[in-house]
Each structure stands twice: as C-alpha cells, then as structure tokens.
C-alpha cells in the first residue's frame, strides 16, 4: 500500500556536563497525516480504518559519569514512546559503558536494554517485536573519520 500524506516533526533536547557528569534529554513528537486518493475506494490505512492520522510522541533521559576521567563511562538511560492505539506505550532502560580510546574518534561502546512491556513498534534491528517483553545487549566499536 502506498500511503500519500504529511509528516510533521518536532525535536527538544538539552545536554550539559559538569565534573565527569554527562547529561542528555530529548523529546520527540511526530504525526502522520493520510491524504486519500478522493476518487478511491476506501482503504484501511495502517493505524486503522477510521483513523487519518497517527500520532507518536517519545522522550528519554540520560546520565553518565567518568570513573576513569575521559575514558571510562558508565551510562543510565530511561525512554518512553507512546503511539496512538494499541499497544500504545513502551518503556526502555538502559545500563552501559563507553570506553574511549582516542575520545570519541574512536572507542568501544556496550549497553544491556530492558523493556519490561509491550513494545509499541516493531525494530528488526534490535529484534525488539509487538507485544512482547525484551532484553537486548549490544556491544559496538566506533571509528570516526
């Protein structure tokens, strides 16, 4: 199915340090807007059939320290995304560390995420599947050029 329609989007976010403390926050919204064919028949469109558009709004917050100064971290995150419908809100926490070796040039990366309810999308990526409890660990190394 094709969809025709508008994307709206909006981003906040905020981030500090301070004494070997890394802060970052982010609020996300979006909105899908369907603009049907009028000459069609009627369609279902993915977020139902008597529905146009979807919203999806989400934030997340972050905190990490240094306990060997620029680099060894240790991270926290906690996210929420809510989607309209069902299921229509998930959490995230995350616990990780990031290793630097040449700053963020390059370094290695690993986090453990636990979503204790439904997911409220579906990411290949991460194996994260609808209505199913997740824990998924990552490890990455990183290279900038």
């Known amino acids: 199915m094709n969809l025709n329609g508008d994307l709206y989007r909006a981003t906040v976010d905020w981030s500090g340090k301070y004494e ?66 069902l299921p229509n809100r998930s959490e995230f926490y995350s616990l990780g560390a990031n290793y630097y070796l040449f700053g963020h040039n390059v370094k290695f990366q690993g986090d453990v995420t636990y979503i204790p309810n439904e997911a409220a999308y579906t990411d290949a990526a991460s194996d994260v599947l609808i209505n199913k409890q997740s824990l998924t660990t990552r490890l990455q190394f990183q290279v900038k050029f």
């Open 20 to 85: 070997g403390w890394e802060f970052n926050t982010a609020g996300y919204f979006q909105q899908l807007n369907q603009n049907p064919d009028p000459s069609a028949s009627p369609t279902v469109a993915p977020y139902g059939a008597s529905n146009s558009s979807v919203f999806e709004a989400g934030y997340y917050g972050q905190v990490g320290y240094f306990i060997i100064p620029k680099r060894l971290e240790l991270v926290g995150r906690a996210g929420e995304l809510l989607t309209e419908g």
